[in-house]
């Protein structure tokens, strides 16, 4: 059964400053999404990583996958508050080429404070 | 591109009655994926299909729950009788087989509510 793992669950932090949050899961996969998610709101894709070593960025935000470590990192940059949202990671098992379903973490929910 | 579509966004209904929830994806995506999102079990996927094709269902959680896929443009996910414990938000996604990432794509997800 693949497992995702997250943490922190719960992060709270300053302004301007820098935190990572990290994504660990338990079977071989080459595929790792990363989605965002407001309160009352559906889920808004971030990132998605395709192979060991991907590394994509998007303002403040950055992801990287590791596929033997089976870690992925979304590192988070001079944050401010509009960053402020429940952040998810997910993998899927595809296999000859398909989608499959995406099993997701429990999240890391972010509050940003001035 | 209107993105994914589901009706209704929020529903009420009292235990035992039919509930039914509806979803059109992205024109010419070829996957569709139910999700369920609750507090203590966060996001869970219910099943999902190829080509209006059921691939796996495994994730439905008895057989109170049924979907169909009766054409490319419509999926309907259907709980007979509802209870109280199916109280959640119900995503559906799609996504296109051929683009390399295999993006999901969430609609806005419908609240129901069991009472």
């Known amino acids: 059964e693949l497992k995702v793992e997250q943490n922190p669950l719960f992060l709270s932090m300053q302004e301007g400053k820098n935190y990572t949050i990290y994504c660990n899961y338990s079977?071989?996969?080459?595929?790792l999404y990363w989605y965002r998610q407001d309160p009352g709101k559906s889920l808004e894709s971030l990132f998605v990583?395709?192979?060991?070593?991907a590394v994509k960025q998007e303002g403040r935000l950055m992801a990287s996958l590791d596929t033997k470590a089976r870690l992925s990192t979304l590192h988070i940059t001079a944050a401010v508050h509009d960053l402020s949202a429940t952040y998810f990671c997910?993998?899927?098992?595809?296999?000859?080429?398909?989608?499959?379903?995406?099993?997701f973490g429990k999240g890391t929910h972010l509050i940003i404070q001035p | 591109d209107a993105g994914v579509i589901q009706s209704p966004r929020h529903e009420v209904t009292e235990m035992g009655q039919e509930v039914t929830l509806r979803c059109k994806p992205i024109?010419?995506?070829?996957?569709l994926f139910w999700y369920r999102q609750t507090m203590m079990r966060g996001l869970e996927l219910l099943i999902y299909f190829n080509n209006n094709v059921p691939i796996d269902d495994s994730g439905m959680p008895e057989d109170r729950f049924s979907a169909k896929m009766p054409n490319a443009s419509f999926s309907t996910l259907k709980i007979q009788p509802s209870e109280p414990r199916d109280s959640a938000v119900y995503f559906c996604?799609?996504?296109?087989?051929?683009?390399?990432?295999?993006?999901?794509?969430f609609g806005p997800g419908t609240r129901l509510t069991v009472t």
């Open positions: 997910a993998v899927d098992l595809y296999s000859g080429g398909g989608a499959d379903g995406l099993t």
């Open positions: 079977t071989t996969s080459d595929r």
């Open positions: 024109s010419g995506h070829d996957y």
């Open positions: 990583l395709l192979s060991n070593g």
């Open positions: 996604a799609s996504s296109l087989t051929g683009v390399s990432s295999y993006e999901q794509y």
